[in-house]
């Protein structure tokens, strides 16, 4: 899955949102916890630390 999201003003910080269909798939919360890693000058990888396992599809 990728997106391109904008960078946002966030009080005196910068922000960047979390589309929708992403928070609902990870069963995302405020307040969460994120781990953010730089892993060169040009990319970042986050880590939701207490995602739900949601399940998306059910076998009948």
Known sequence: MTHTQKIIKAGNSLA???PSPLV????LKA???????QKDAESI???FLNPQQLTLSKDI
Request: net charge positive.
């Open 16 to 18: 960047v949102t979390i």
């Open 24 to 27: 609902k798939t990870l069963g």
């Open 31 to 37: 307040k969460d916890s994120v781990l953010v890693v």
């Open 45 to 47: 990888t986050y880590k």
